[in-house]
């Protein structure tokens, strides 16, 4: 937003609040107090933002990224009674390393193996997929001598320079006019790995899966809870006339599916993740190819012998860390998520 830097009182004041440990977002009001998110829950604060200019509200959304005093920020703009509300995504200007975000062995193993493939990175929004990917493709990039090519709406994540990887970086509206031809010219510029902000439609989809069938490694995320509905989310985005082609794609290049959610230790007042983590095996790939997407939940409680977890074993090996898993607590779930999880445990 024009409206916010260093020097004004506004800026002043999230700066102020983005020093505390558990602050993610902000949302900003013409006339209204500043709110924020601190460890999932909503505090109003005293500030009051009152605008030093009159500005032109015109209808819709916008998504960007801002910086300033040493600060990153996700930003969407929206109109609401009239007047503009500004959220702002706190972004950690330091890239976690995975271990420090608790990314499961075993899919950061099959990430650094890969050669080609899908890999969908799932869950709510403020799930923390965009730092599990950057977290992810940092630790690879550092490894490997690739070409990385990310396309962003908006980039969030800034990857450093010096690494061994070529990383290009592509922010569509500001380096790119349409999501869809960028993706697909992307094939023709030599990437080893394509990052995909999110799988939005069909053509998005299917362009993933050709790239994957390409010989190339696809990163991409999708609004899903568990692995077995992001097979079937997947699937429903592309058009019934292509469904079993793509659904053949789809169980040949399909590396791995991690899920995330993130919930609240009250002890440590802090969040941490839990996962539910699908690897690509034969008795996968079958069930996919046969579209007996329910079963894959049980191979999740199966194959936990060959790295992958149920949301129940992830619960488990977190409380087995010394985090205070809050089982009967909603914090850290969104509703949607609260009650899926009571219905896949029974709890």
Not at 54 to 80: H, I, Q, W
Not at 124 to 141: D, E, Q, V, Y
Not at 269 to 277: D, G, K
Request: with cysteine; net charge negative; aromatic share 8%.
């Amino acid at each position: 937003m024009d409206y916010i830097d260093e020097r004004s009182p506004l800026g002043q004041r999230v700066h102020q609040i983005s020093q505390l440990p558990g602050v993610s977002d902000f949302y900003i009001t013409p006339w209204e107090p500043l709110c924020y998110k601190h460890n999932g829950s909503l505090i109003y604060d005293t500030f009051v933002y009152h605008p030093e200019q009159t500005m032109k509200v015109e209808p819709g959304c916008v998504d960007y990224a801002m910086s300033f005093a040493g600060l990153r920020f996700r930003v969407n703009r929206m109109v609401t009674k009239g007047r503009f509300r500004w959220v702002l995504r706190l972004l950690p200007t330091k890239i976690p390393r995975p271990q420090d975000i608790a990314v499961p062995a075993a899919a950061l193993k099959s990430f650094l193996e890969a050669k080609n493939g899908l890999f969908l990175i799932c869950g709510a929004t403020g799930s923390g997929k965009s730092t599990t990917i950057a977290s992810m493709i940092l630790h690879r990039a550092e490894r490997r001598q690739e070409h990385v090519v990310t396309f962003e709406d908006p980039i969030e994540y800034l990857y450093p320079d010096g690494t061994p990887s070529l990383m290009s970086q592509r922010e569509i509206g500001e380096d790119d006019h349409d999501f869809g031809m960028s993706l697909r010219a992307s094939l023709r510029q030599a990437p080893d790995v394509i990052v995909v902000g999110e799988i939005r439609d069909g053509e998005t989809a299917e362009i993933a899966l050709q790239a994957a069938e390409t010989g190339h490694v696809v990163v991409a995320t999708l609004h899903t809870s568990s692995a077995s509905q992001t097979v079937q989310r997947f699937l429903k985005l592309v058009p019934s006339d292509r469904l079993e082609t793509a659904q053949a794609s789809l169980a040949d290049t399909l590396r791995a599916i991690l899920c995330q959610r993130l919930l609240f230790d009250n002890i440590r007042q802090r969040r941490f993740a839990i996962h539910e983590l699908l690897l690509q095996y034969d008795s996968t790939t079958n069930l996919i190819r046969r579209g007996e997407y329910k079963k894959l939940d049980q191979e999740l409680e199966t194959g936990w012998k060959k790295g992958m977890i149920s949301w129940e074993r992830s619960i488990d090996m977190r409380s087995a860390e010394g985090w205070n898993v809050p089982v009967q607590d909603k914090s850290g779930f969104t509703q949607e998520e609260v009650d899926a999880y009571m219905s896949e445990h029974g709890r």
